[in-house]
């Protein structure tokens, strides 16, 4: 969809996200992925802690990394790979 409907930057976002994601499960998980139907409002509270502490995002990179990865949840939701939101109950997203 680069050059359709999304910009390289948009990409470049996405793939930072990801990237962060990857690094935050290996690191309180020690697993290289997780399964979709795994994530809760815990996990995603934990890995918008990590991106503040350990990446050292501000608030503003954090909600953006947070929006990148609350679009995913909501096309696995969209499409009845994930049943529910985990991003539900959160409301600064």
Known sequence: MVGISKTIATYRKYK??????????????????IAINEITPMFITDFELYL???????????????QFFKRIILIARNNGILIGDPFAIIKYV
Not at 16 to 33: M, P
Not at 56 to 64: E, L, M, S, V
């Open 52 to 66: 503040r502490t350990t990446c050292k995002c501000g608030y503003n990179t954090t909600a953006k990394f947070m």
């Open 16 to 33: 930072v996200t990801r990237r962060h994601l990857a690094e935050f499960i290996q690191s309180k998980y020690n697993i290289a992925d």
